[in-house]
């Protein structure tokens, strides 16, 4: 089963690795970020409903240390 992430990308690691810091259901970003394999994604949505929403309760990704 694949897992829906939703949040801002921070970029992509040496060793092809996608950085994402994650936004939650409840609008609450993630003070850290999650890498996935470049290779694994099947797709990156951007400007979606559900991605405008939590964007508009939960505000611009933080900065992260």
Avoid at 11 to 30: C, M, N, Y
Avoid at 49 to 63: K, N, R
């Amino acid at each position: 089963m694949r897992r829906l992430r939703v949040g801002r990308v921070r970029g992509i690691t040496p060793k092809k690795k996608a950085r994402l810091q994650e936004i939650g259901p409840r609008a609450d970003w993630s003070l850290s970020c999650s890498t996935s394999r470049v290779g694994d994604l099947t797709r990156i949505d951007a400007g979606g409903g559900y991605q405008d929403a939590l964007h508009l309760v939960g505000g611009s990704a933080p900065e992260l240390p």
